[in-house]
T-cell receptor
Framework: DTAVSQTPKYLVTQMGNDKSIKCEQNLGHDTMYWYKQDSKKFLKIMFSYNNKELIINETVPNRFSPKSPDKAHLNLHINSLELGDSAVYFC????????????FGPGTRLTVT | AQKITQTQPGMFVQEKEAVTLDCTYDTSDQSYGLFWYKQPSSGEMIFLIYQGSYDEQNATEGRYSLNFQKARKSANLVISASQLGDSAMYFCAMRDNTGGFKTIFGAGTRLFVKA
């Protein structure tokens, strides 16, 4: 009965590889987000989607491509991984775009070697 | 541009005492929201409390209260009767309530509760 789930929880890969992180929410929410938390714990919005429509793209390199096949899923695909992509990536969702409370997934720790 | 500042990288508090975590913000928007999230060592982000810019009363949620001083642009979190389980990172965040509803986070304050 997990509300917001992410897979995988840990991801270790080499530079130059392409990888995906999946996110699913079973809360019936309209809006989903991706955040990146760096090694200093700084948390920054990357993308937000509302009803499968991209709302925020926060100057993220185009190696990062989110995909929302339906309202319950927002996946993050990363091409040509770089060392600086190492971080914890959080998916979140909210009832609607205007709703203030966001429910976060457990995070995916990505390590690029 | 919007900005959130948390000036306390780390704080210590004795169990059962109250503690205030500071947060100041900067925005030119009239309608915005202020939040606090807790991140325990396990890593998940937990929503604690919300204050809207037009809310006249300070928000409270159990042992958490948000001391909102609009003129000073501060939104401090007060935790009363600290418990050992309150040891965690605490993030202040702000969201514009128009347009893209983008949320930005402060750098966080690590709270240590001593027994």
């Amino acid at each position: 009965d997990t509300a917001v789930s992410q897979t995988p929880k840990y991801l270790v890969t080499q530079m130059g590889n392409d990888k995906s992180i999946k996110c699913e929410q079973n809360l019936g929410h309209d809006t989903m987000y991706w955040y990146k938390q760096d090694s200093k714990k700084f948390l920054k919005i990357m993308f937000s989607y509302n009803n499968k429509e991209l709302i925020i793209n926060e100057t993220v390199p185009n190696r990062f491509s989110p995909k929302s096949p339906d309202k319950a899923h927002l996946n993050l695909h990363i091409n040509s991984l770089e060392l600086g992509d190492s971080a914890v990536y959080f998916c979140a969702s909210s009832t609607r775009l205007e709703t203030y409370e966001q429910y976060f997934g457990p995070g995916t720790r990505l390590t690029v070697t | 541009a919007q900005k959130i500042t948390q000036t306390q990288p780390g704080m210590f508090v004795q169990e059962k005492e109250a503690v205030t975590l500071d947060c100041t913000y900067d925005t030119s928007d009239q309608s915005y929201g202020l939040f606090w999230y807790k991140q325990p060592s396990s890593g998940e982000m937990i929503f604690l409390i919300y204050q809207g810019s037009y809310d006249e009363q300070n928000a409270t949620e159990g042992r958490y209260s948000l001391n909102f001083q609009k003129a000073r642009k501060s939104a401090n979190l007060v935790i009363s009767a600290s418990q050992l389980g309150d040891s965690a990172m605490y993030f202040c965040a702000m969201r514009d309530n128009t347009g893209g509803f983008k949320t930005i986070f402060g750098a966080g304050t690590r709270l240590f509760v001593k027994a």
